[in-house]
């Protein structure tokens, strides 16, 4: 069995392995997301931003529609050091996204400035708020120190569907939009770090209130 374990891990840690396993991720992304009406909105003040220069925070588990809305953006994103983080990392990529090896919970100071130093060549970025591990809707403080360090805006998105599968005992409630569902993303009002003075709590009111449009977009029902 040990023999087979470690068989097991060379193939699956091999460089053919991840490169097949992230093509067939890539591909299974793009033909899941041509199934659904996804549609955009956005609020007052995002149309007025420098789009080179803008931060965006989500919700962890609300991702899935953002993945493929904005391939080819150039967006930089922080993936993890593990095995699945090469894996997500080559996904990225290959739909065009400027992608960071890193980690909040192993030296997030080295991270976060590996993330300062790829945004100052010119490219917007976007956190999981919440992540990697939450709590749930509870921001981590990197992306608000980064928005009032650079002063660039954090705007708020949100991403929803009028049928969704949430995954089962996923610390985030991963949400899954159900093939030809209606969909909405949905970009907040900038909020100023840098300019204003702006608490993680506003930023968790925020995002929530942008997730409330964005159901009632779709037609779900908001308490």
Request: charge should be positive.
């Amino acid at each position: 069995m040990t023999v087979l374990r470690s068989l097991r891990r060379r193939v699956t840690r091999s460089g053919p392995f991840v490169g097949a396993l992230a093509f067939v991720t890539r591909l299974f992304i793009l033909v899941y997301q041509a199934t659904l009406r996804v549609s955009l909105e956005t609020e007052r003040g995002y149309d007025e931003l420098d789009s080179d220069r803008v931060l965006y925070g989500f919700w962890h588990g609300r991702q899935f529609l953002l993945v493929p809305s904005f391939r080819g953006s150039g967006i930089v994103l922080m993936t993890d050091l593990s095995w699945a983080g090469e894996i997500q990392t080559r996904v990225l990529r290959g739909l065009g996204y400027n992608v960071v090896r890193g980690s909040s919970r192993r030296r997030p100071a080295r991270a976060l400035i590996a993330m300062k130093d790829a945004i100052e060549r010119g490219n917007p970025a976007a956190f999981a708020l919440d992540g990697p591990r939450g709590p749930a809707e509870r921001s981590k403080p990197g992306a608000l120190f980064l928005a009032a360090k650079l002063g660039y805006p954090l705007v708020p998105v949100a991403t929803a569907a009028r049928r969704r599968f949430c995954i089962p005992r996923t610390w985030c409630d991963y949400q899954l939009p159900l093939p030809f569902s209606k969909c909405v993303v949905r970009l907040g009002r900038p909020l100023w770090p840098g300019r204003e003075q702006v608490t993680a709590l506003d930023v968790d009111r925020e995002v929530a209130r942008v997730a409330r449009e964005a159901e009632r977009s779709v037609g779900r029902r908001v308490a």
